[in-house]
T-cell receptor, first 114, second 113 residues
Framework: RKEVEQDPGPFNVPEGATVAFNCTYS??????FFWYRQDCRKEPKLLMS???SGNEDGRFTAQLNRASQYISLLIRDSKLSDSATYLC???????????????FGTGTLLAVQP | DGGITQSPKYLFRKEGQNVTLSCEQN?????MYWYRQDPGQGLRLIYY???????QKGDIAEGYSVSREKKESFPLTVTSAQKNPTAFYLC????????????FGPGTRLTVL
């Protein structure tokens, strides 16, 4: 079983739609959670961190459920420029050192149609 | 401009050849990382370095080697022992420590002919 699992999509939605992505993680020692955005053939870029209380950044809302080991990303009023792959990322707790080890999901492809 | 550069953008190599991918950063970050990305798979960690002259194996280090002689540079060598080297290779850096964002370079797409 993969440590971080996502629905690969693609999600094809019209402009203005609301779309939600889900992600589950298997390691309860996971410490921090993120959503990265990756455009086609480009590098990933941090979209937002995910906090236990849930957090919002403009049209984007992220939520975390530690009991169910579940993370979500909601995008409201989708724009053409939102078309990309969204990567769910988990940072594992490191008891020994101070490493910053990230575990990446395979990503969910979003295509916003005009 | 501060950032991470990787070169070359595209690289072709014949089977049996070693090849070195360049990664340079001017962000003054102590920690640097190498990942590979394959279709249908998440990024996987090859090697990481938290400080100059020190590096550790990641999850898929076999067939790869690295060096960290300078803070700004973390080159990755893909050796002939790597059985499936064709992939998208991404270098990242961060401030040393557990909670800091990793910034990625633009990547090198390696194809073995």
């Amino acid at each position: 079983r993969k440590e971080v699992e996502q629905d690969p999509g693609p999600f094809n939605v019209p402009e203005g739609a609301t779309v939600a992505f889900n992600c589950t993680y298997s390691n309860s020692a996971s410490q921090s959670f993120f959503w990265y955005r990756q455009d086609c053939r480009k590098e990933p870029k941090l979209l937002m961190s995910v906090y236990s209380s849930g957090n919002e950044d403009g049209r984007f809302t992220a939520q975390l459920n530690r009991a169910s080991q579940y993370i979500s990303l909601l995008i409201r009023d989708s724009k053409l420029s939102d078309s990309a792959t969204y990567l769910c990322v988990v940072r594992k707790r490191d008891y020994g050192g101070a490493t910053n080890k990230l575990i990446f999901g395979t990503g969910t492809l979003l295509a916003v149609q005009p | 401009d501060g950032g991470i550069t990787q070169s070359p953008k595209y690289l072709f190599r014949k089977e049996g050849q070693n090849v070195t991918l360049s990664c340079e950063q001017n962000l003054n970050h102590d920690a640097m990382y190498w990942y590979r990305q394959d279709p249908g798979q998440g990024l996987r960690l090859i090697y990481y370095s938290q400080i100059v002259n020190d590096f550790q194996k990641g999850d898929i280090a076999e067939g790869y080697s690295v060096s960290r002689e300078k803070k700004e540079s973390f080159p990755l060598t893909v050796t002939s022992a790597q059985k499936n080297p064709t992939a998208f290779y991404l270098c990242a850096s961060s401030i040393r420590g557990t909670y800091n964002e990793q910034f990625f370079g633009p990547g090198t797409r390696l194809t073995v002919l």
